[in-house]
């Protein structure tokens, strides 16, 4: 009797055992069909796949039309800059020890490309040459300053590519042992400009004899829309700048209303410039452009000073 009990429990023992693995294969599901549930949960169609590569692709920039008229205005020229003023504004010991900067306008802390600036020495001899660097870190230019008699000019200009094209710059003495170059459009050629503008600073040095200076300066692009002739220079060109990075800018020629009416009516486009990462781009203006009855500019809100070539 007992045996019969014992086997009668063994049967149902195995039955539960049965059972059990029947739920759990069920459940689980084999390694094979995990993966595909899992692939199939996760894997994004074709179309949302493409979805999400046309949002990583950098939308194309909208070029600004030329307007096919506009009123010139005439505005006057601002001031220049100032090196004597700025030493106030500069570490304390610029206005006592041997010193060097590029200044503008608004100082030396507001530096910008295309803006009026000017090469200022304090402290260094009026008798021999100084020998000036700007590095940005990756690149190195150097030039001379040449101390020159008579008074600065601030009608004269000197080249756009001044302290960058290894040209002999004149220098002259302001007072107060500084000395003060004619202004420039600050400019620099291409390659430079880029590589100062990635550096977003530079750094500055003098050196005469034994006399020594340097100085780190923050360079920043420009914002705001703008155009104007390159001035001292024999070469007919126009700087753009402020537009963003990316940006096909139109060049249009225009012709100005005779006598002293101030419309402008656009002739043709002469061309385009890409805005680079200095956001600031210069275009070679033809010689069928030149004439002061007409007038070379871009898109802008408001026409001031339209170059003529």
């Excluded at 429990?9 to 693995?21: D, E, I, N, T």
């Excluded at 949302?48 to 046309?54: C, G, H, T």
């Excluded at 020495?121 to 008798?127: D, I, P, R, Y």
């Excluded at 700048?241 to 800018?249: K, L, V």
Aim: with cysteine.
């Amino acid at each position: 009797m007992s045996t019969r009990k014992e086997a009668l429990m063994k049967r149902r023992q195995l039955a539960g055992w049965l059972v059990l693995l029947s739920i759990a294969a069920a459940g689980c599901g084999s390694a094979t069909q995990d993966a595909t549930r899992r692939t199939n949960a996760t894997t994004p169609s074709a179309a949302e796949s493409q979805q999400a590569a046309d949002a990583r692709k950098p939308k194309p920039h909208k070029s600004p039309k030329l307007q096919g008229k506009f009123r010139n205005l005439a505005v006057g020229d601002g001031a220049a800059p100032g090196c004597k003023g700025d030493l106030s504004s500069l570490p304390a010991g610029f206005a006592t020890s041997p010193a060097v900067w590029m200044s503008t306008i608004k100082g030396p802390r507001n530096l910008v490309f295309t803006r009026e600036n000017a090469l200022c020495l304090h402290g260094f001899t009026a008798e021999r040459a100084v020998t000036v660097t700007v590095s940005d870190g990756r690149h190195a230019y150097t030039t001379t300053a040449q101390p020159t008699a008579g008074k600065l000019a601030f009608s004269q200009y000197e080249p756009p590519e001044s302290l960058f094209n290894g040209a002999r710059l004149r220098v002259y003495d302001i007072g107060g042992g500084v000395m003060q170059s004619r202004t420039w459009d600050f400019v620099p050629q291409s390659a430079a400009r880029e590589s100062l503008a990635a550096a977003g600073h530079f750094t500055i040095s003098a050196t005469q004899g034994s006399t020594t200076a340097s100085y780190r300066q923050s360079l920043a692009v420009p914002t705001n829309p703008e155009r104007a002739r390159l001035r001292g220079e024999s070469k007919r060109r126009l700087v753009v700048d402020g537009f963003g990075q990316g940006y096909t800018i139109p060049i249009g020629l225009y012709r100005m209303a005779a006598g002293a009416s101030d419309q402008a009516t656009l002739v043709r486009q002469l061309g385009s410039v890409v805005m680079p990462a200095s956001r600031t781009a210069v275009f070679a203006v033809p010689q069928s452009a030149a004439g002061s009855t007409y007038c070379v500019t871009v898109p802008l809100a408001v026409q001031e000073n339209c170059p003529s070539f």
